[in-house]
């Protein structure tokens, strides 16, 4: 039914972590002129937009489906769109949409796995249930042979669209949220045959945001759910400590923090006013990349910095600004998974402090949480989300199994 009625090296990285937390929060430090947050456009396909009604559903309620057309990078198996009721950072309710593959010989109540993909974008066209029907080299080149690896397997596999209805790119607490309730919904609609499938979650990097804030939020936001575990690797757990321990300055991947701070302020409007701040020329770079993606973010970046961008040159210590981004910091959070956790990552990651990494696993393993943590012997971040995978699979598939997680504490 439809609704109702209807790696490019070390250093680039690491400097662009540095921005996203710490130019952002200069930029967005104090009240300077009174340009207001720019929201994307809307979606031009009826099925995406919020009804009016929204607040009368609860979280992880099915607001529609739709059949979708098979795709030839994954054979022998069906796509379906599922919009639903989630919740936002402010705890409103908003529409989502997930995107679910299932193999059409899949037995009923087979495995889930919701994955949490990589976002870098600001626009409809950059979401998953957008880019699944476009060619994006990274998705089809990287992704599909995990997903093939499932599929052939059986899994059903869940594909959320975790930035919201905003895009609100940055926002790592509403990415949990949304992965919930995406899994919510999967399991009630009928004609998927999932509802009392076993289920695991897993992501990397951005996704792996979702993914570890999901596993940590679950006991208290879907203590209904079901989940036999969650891994996240490459996971920034501390955007505080890119704030404090990441240098500022110009670079040819700025765009990528710009796009960040404006995500934060769809989410945060009253508390992280960045527009507030920019120049004419971070105006008119604003509205360039209000709809976009990562190769646009990119190039309206390029070279650049906070400080091109922002009207005043002074680092304004705002307590409203620092703490959207410790509500975003896993790290800094009190909840601890109910399920056993796979985390892996580079143990000199230059994108995500590691120290972060290692704080939040050895809190989590103190209260008691199975955490099995593979540290991949090499030197960046994308390296590690590759090299990990084999080993992913593999605690994937013996979750699904039904064995007895073991961790390494």
Not at 322 to 348: A, K, Q
């Amino acid at each position: 039914m439809e609704r109702r009625s209807a790696t490019t090296g070390l250093r680039r990285w690491s400097r662009v972590a540095g921005m996203v937390a710490c130019g952002l929060m200069m930029l967005a430090s104090a009240p300077v002129g009174q340009a207001k947050p720019i929201y994307p456009a809307p979606d031009p396909d009826p099925f995406y937009a919020q009804p009016a009604d929204i607040a009368e559903y609860e979280p992880g309620d099915v607001l529609g489906t739709r059949a979708m057309p098979p795709l030839a990078a994954f054979p022998e198996t069906d796509v379906t769109l599922v919009q639903f009721r989630s919740t936002n950072s402010m705890g409103e309710p908003i529409a989502a949409v997930t995107t679910v593959l299932t193999p059409r010989d899949r037995k009923p109540d087979g495995p889930l796995l919701s994955y949490q993909h990589i976002i870098n974008g600001l626009g409809a066209q950059c979401s998953v249930s957008r880019v699944l029907y476009t060619d994006d080299p990274n998705l089809m080149v990287r992704e599909a042979p995990a997903y093939n690896f499932a599929l052939r397997r059986g899994w059903s596999i869940a594909l959320p669209d975790h930035l919201g209805p905003h895009f609100a790119y940055g926002a790592a607490k509403l990415g949990g949220q949304i992965t919930l309730d995406g899994i919510r919904a999967v399991q009630r609609v009928d004609e998927l045959r999932l509802r009392e499938s076993p289920v695991v979650m897993a992501g990397y990097s951005g996704g792996g945001m979702a993914t570890a804030w999901a596993a940590a939020m679950a006991k208290d936001y879907a203590p209904e759910l079901r989940i036999a575990g969650a891994a996240a690797g490459g996971v920034p757990m501390n955007l505080v400590k890119m704030l404090e321990t990441l240098g500022l300055g110009a670079h040819p991947v700025f765009g990528l923090a710009l796009a960040a701070g404006l995500g934060l302020e769809r989410e945060y409007p009253d508390r992280f006013p960045l527009s507030e701040q920019l120049n004419d020329k971070g105006l008119t770079v604003r509205q360039s990349v209000a709809n976009s993606c990562t190769n646009d973010l990119l190039a309206a970046g390029a070279g650049r910095g906070a400080l091109d961008f922002a009207k005043t040159t002074s680092m304004i210590d705002d307590s409203e600004a620092r703490s959207v981004v410790e509500e975003n910091s896993l790290e800094l959070y009190d909840g601890t998974p109910n399920m056993p956790i796979f985390e892996w990552h580079s143990p000199i990651d230059g994108l995500v402090p590691v120290d972060a990494i290692v704080n939040t696993v050895g809190r989590w393993c103190d209260a008691g949480v199975t955490v099995q943590s593979l540290a991949v012997p090499v030197p960046d971040h994308l390296t590690a989300a590759v090299l990990g995978l084999p080993h992913v699979l593999s605690w994937i598939d013996a979750r699904f199994r039904g064995e007895t997680a073991t961790g390494n504490c």
